[in-house]
């Protein structure tokens, strides 16, 4: 009896291992900029993250780098603690800040008539076997007062 249970067991723990983990994918939904001033920029930044796991994957961070007319804007880090549902898209907001002197090199680039960005995000997600990375990368063109979705 002691190894039916035994082998029951171990099969059952076998089973855990043999399913692998998805990696969940995302789409920028869009990237706007609310206000500029003397201070710098600030923006948002709004994603769609998809789960294809049949269990919750936690998000727990994003990188992401900002380039406009080629010219790199700003880079940034948001810790984050927000689970994405099995199965589901979870809409996930960040904001976006770029310092003045950055902000300047910008500038410069839209003086000379650049309209196109580029935001590279690398989301983390800490899961029961190690943390899994996604990379994404969007383009677009800027539009009356913000950055559209292209």
Same mark, same amino acid.
């Given at each position: 009896? +002691?190894?039916?249970?035994?082998?029951?067991? *171990?099969?059952?723990?076998?089973?855990?291992?043999?399913?692998?983990?998805?990696?969940?994918?995302?789409?920028?939904?869009?990237?706007?900029?609310? /206000?500029?001033?003397?201070? &710098? =920029?600030? &923006?948002?930044?709004?994603?769609?993250? *998809?789960?294809?796991?049949? @269990?919750?994957?936690?998000? /727990?961070?994003?990188?992401? $780098?900002? /380039? =406009? &007319?080629g010219?790199? !804007?700003?880079?940034?880090?948001?810790?984050?603690? $927000?689970?994405?549902? !099995?199965?589901?898209?979870?809409?996930? *907001?960040?904001?976006?800040?770029?310092?003045?002197?950055?902000?300047?090199?910008?500038?410069?680039?839209?003086?000379?008539?650049? +309209?196109?960005?580029?935001?590279?995000?690398?989301?983390? @997600?800490?899961?029961?076997v190690?943390?899994?990375?996604?990379? =994404?990368?969007?383009?677009?063109?800027?539009?009356?007062?913000?950055?559209? $979705?292209?």
């Amino acid at each position: 009896m +002691r190894f039916v249970v035994l082998a029951v067991a *171990m099969l059952t723990g076998c089973s855990l291992f043999m399913h692998s983990i998805e990696k969940p994918t995302a789409k920028v939904r869009g990237v706007s900029v609310s /206000s500029a001033g003397f201070t &710098g =920029v600030t &923006g948002e930044l709004a994603l769609d993250v *998809m789960n294809p796991n049949s @269990f919750g994957v936690p998000l /727990s961070g994003i990188d992401w $780098q900002l /380039s =406009v &007319g080629g010219t790199r !804007a700003v880079t940034g880090t948001v810790q984050l603690t $927000q689970t994405i549902p !099995a199965k589901g898209v979870a809409p996930v *907001m960040t904001s976006l800040s770029i310092a003045t002197t950055d902000a300047i090199l910008v500038g410069g680039a839209l003086a000379q008539g650049a +309209r196109n960005y580029r935001i590279d995000v690398r989301l983390h @997600f800490s899961t029961s076997v190690g943390q899994v990375d996604v990379d =994404v990368a969007h383009t677009g063109e800027l539009a009356s007062g913000s950055l559209a $979705q292209h």
